[in-house]
T-cell receptor, first 113, second 112 residues
Framework: QKEVEQNSGPLSVPEGAIASLNCTYS??????FFWYRQYSGKSPELIMS????GDKEDGRFTAQLNKASQYVSLLIRDSQPSDSATYLC?????????????FGTGTQLKVEL | KAGVTQTPRYLIKTRGQQVTLSCSPI?????VSWYQQTPGQGLQFLFE???????NKGNFPGRFSGRQFSNSRSEMNVSTLELGDSALYLC???????????FGPGTRLLVL
């Protein structure tokens, strides 16, 4: 079982709709959770981080964390064609020497006109 | 503030050779992490350096090694290259740990 799992997609949504991206993780001691966006041919960029259960909103983005169910999600409201990218879920857990970040394989999002 | 820089951006090597990749973090950042990204495996953690010490290591063979200098610049070395080492190698810097990491543009390595 992979440590961090995401549906690879592609997830297609019409412009203006809500895109919902999901991620599950296996390590119960995971502490911090991140969403990165990666455009084709570019490097990942951090868009959201969440550390405690519940919702965290930042503009059109909302991250949701449920540690009991071991899932984290990202909602993108009013999706735009510029949101078309691969979204990577990353989970941080404390190891012997510090925190280690484990990434999912990403969900490809396509926002269609 | 200048971003994370990586050199070279592209590299072609043959099997059995070795390669050294370089990463310059954002000024003031002391943590540098290295990742390998391939279409099949996604983004996989190689190792993290903080204040010249390797603090974490992923599940890669000993052919993959790294170091960090006193100015926080980091190098990654891969010896005895294999075809499967062809990948995008990304480094990321942060002030103190894996939170709030900023990625460089990557080095694309092709092993023939």
């Amino acid at each position: 079982q992979k440590e961090v799992e995401q549906n690879s997609g592609p997830l297609s949504v019409p412009e203006g709709a809500i895109a919902s991206l999901n991620c599950t993780y296996s390590d119960r001691v995971s502490q911090s959770f991140f969403w990165y966006r990666q455009y084709s041919g570019k490097s990942p960029e951090l868009i959201m981080s969440i550390y405690s259960n519940g919702d965290k909103e930042d503009g059109r983005f909302t991250a949701q964390l449920n540690k009991a169910s071991q899932y984290v999600s990202l909602l993108i409201r009013d999706s735009q064609p510029s949101d078309s990218a691969t979204y990577l879920c990353a989970v941080s857990a404390l190891t012997g020497g510090g925190n280690k970040l484990t990434f999912g394989t990403g969900t490809q999002l396509k926002v269609e006109l | 503030k200048a971003g994370v820089t990586q050199t070279p951006r592209y590299l072609i090597k043959t099997r059995g050779q070795q390669v050294t990749l370089s990463c310059s973090p954002i000024s003031g950042h002391r943590s540098v992490s290295w990742y390998q990204q391939t279409p099949g495996q996604g983004l996989q953690f190689l190792f993290e350096y903080f204040s010249e010490t390797q603090r974490n290591k992923g599940n890669f063979p000993g052919r993959f090694s790294g170091r960090q200098f006193s100015n926080s610049r980091s190098e990654m070395n891969v010896s005895t290259l294999e075809l499967g080492d062809s990948a995008l190698y990304l480094c990321a810097s942060s002030p103190s740990g894996v939170e709030t990491q900023y990625f460089g543009p990557g080095t694309r390595l092709l092993v023939l």
